[in-house]
């Protein structure tokens, strides 16, 4: 196995455990609809829940069954739990491509087969669940992990925000965030941010904490990407190492955001032009110079990244052939080859996955 573990008596493995206390008081002191305790000992309500929350899988309980005792704790909007079995479990997971899971060890032990690796540890372990890599996990009885999900549709903007371009494929993240590097102890420092923004202040009429302002966990959760993005090994990395793009100018911004407010009209050119106040050829002009594509070419990124949501999410009625016509692509063979060459699935692949 990799060496991903730390030693149980390290610093950043007691870090992980006084982590693991904070969570517990933050998470408790939660409001709103998406928040709470979920607890069951029935090992089928505890995989449907996991299922609500997080990704098609498999369960097997591998230790005294009479033990089984699910706690999943969730606070922030659904995005940050803590979860924990109270006997031996393996889950088997399948990816949807939605978010990426970020997961910190606060307790016991966990074992993790992914992207052709294996490796384990204790508190401190930190795993990043890429959105679409399958991975196999097997928690010990007094295993506790603490998550925070990151949606892949921003953190596919962020990079694009970056690097000036979208990523070419899905963003595939080294799955271990090793131990005693300068990542390790940022990651650390970013939850407990997030958590300390979580908690409530100390007294005697804080006891439940106000649901966190939307502007202030959309910040917190940019941070935490950014930290994923500039200092964690993943598949767009060198792009992000290249020198920092220049920002494109108004016109081309102008355009971008009048093409995804209406990516749904039959678009011509020659009207994002006039949306963005230039001419034609000035226009692809911006595009090939700060884009290094067509503005046609980018509303068929948009359209096709806005179809793969609506697979995923089931947004609206119907099957691929009424999603594809509802983002203007009316030749289904055609859309069919370019998004498995985009997204590595077919779209009736991602639509089963609903």
């Not at 455990?17 to 029935?42: F, H, I, N, P, Y």
């Not at 355009?255 to 093409?259: R, W």
């Not at 034609?280 to 509303?299: C, E, H, V, W, Y």
């Given at each position: 196995m990799n060496g991903c573990g730390l030693d149980e008596t390290s610093r950043s493995a007691t870090d992980a455990?006084?982590?693991?206390?904070?969570?517990?008081?933050?998470?408790?002191?939660?409001?709103?609809?998406?928040?709470?305790?979920?607890?069951?000992?029935?090992p089928d309500c505890a995989s449907e829940r996991l299922f609500r929350n997080y990704t098609p899988h498999r369960m097997r309980v591998i230790g005294p069954p009479r033990d089984f005792r699910m706690r999943l704790r969730v606070g922030w909007s659904g995005s940050m739990a803590l979860l924990r079995f109270n006997t031996g479990v393996?889950?088997?997971?399948?990816?949807?491509?939605?978010?990426?899971?970020?997961?910190?060890?606060?307790?016991?032990?966990?074992?993790?087969?992914?992207?052709?690796?294996?490796?384990?540890?204790?508190?401190g372990l930190m795993?990043?669940?890429?959105?679409?890599?399958?991975?196999?996990?097997?928690?010990?009885?007094?295993?506790?992990?603490?998550?925070?999900?990151?949606?892949?549709?921003?953190?596919?903007?962020?990079?694009?925000?970056?690097?000036?371009?979208?990523?070419a494929r899905p963003l595939e993240f080294a799955p271990c965030i090793r131990p005693e590097t300068a990542m390790h102890?940022?990651?650390?420092?970013?939850?407990?941010?997030?958590?300390?923004?979580?908690?409530?202040?100390?007294?005697?009429?804080?006891?439940?904490?106000?649901?966190?302002?939307?502007?202030?966990?959309?910040?917190?959760?940019e941070t935490a990407m950014l930290m994923l993005l500039?200092?964690?090994?993943?598949?767009?990395?060198?792009?992000?190492?290249?020198?920092p793009a220049t920002p494109a100018p108004r016109h081309v911004r102008a355009?971008?955001?009048?093409?995804r407010a209406n990516a749904g009209e039959p678009l011509t050119l020659a009207?994002?032009?006039?949306?963005?106040?230039?001419?034609?050829?000035?226009?692809?002009?911006?595009?090939?110079?700060?884009?290094?594509?067509?503005?046609?070419?980018?509303?068929?990124?948009?359209?096709m990244a806005a179809a793969r949501n609506d697979l995923l999410q089931g947004t609206g009625t119907g099957g691929v052939a009424d999603i594809a016509l509802r983002w203007g692509f009316g030749n289904f063979g055609r859309f069919?080859?370019?998004?498995?060459?985009?997204?590595?699935?077919?779209?009736?692949?991602t639509l089963r996955r609903r």
């Open positions: 455990r006084l982590l693991g206390l904070e969570a517990e008081r933050a998470l408790a002191s939660q409001a709103g609809d998406q928040t709470g305790d979920w607890v069951t000992s029935d393996e889950l088997s997971q399948v990816p949807t491509g939605r978010f990426i899971l970020v997961t910190t060890q606060v307790s016991g032990w966990s074992e993790i087969d992914t992207q052709g690796q294996s490796f384990s540890g204790g508190p795993v990043v669940d890429s959105a679409r890599s399958p991975v196999r996990k097997r928690f010990s009885a007094d295993s506790e992990r603490l998550h925070l999900r990151l949606g892949i549709a921003a953190l596919d903007g962020l990079y694009e925000r970056l690097t000036g371009k979208a990523p102890a940022r990651w650390q420092s970013v939850m407990r941010m997030v958590l300390s923004c979580t908690a409530p202040s100390a007294g005697p009429d804080t006891a439940l904490a106000p649901a966190l302002p939307d502007l202030l966990r959309r910040q917190l959760e500039t200092g964690h090994e993943h598949s767009g990395a060198e792009q992000m190492a290249g020198t355009a971008e955001e009048f093409m009207e994002i032009a006039e949306a963005a106040g230039v001419s034609i050829r000035t226009l692809t002009a911006g595009f090939r110079n700060f884009r290094d594509q067509s503005p046609m070419q980018q509303l068929r990124d948009i359209r069919a080859g370019d998004y498995r060459r985009r997204y590595g699935e077919t779209p009736s692949e």
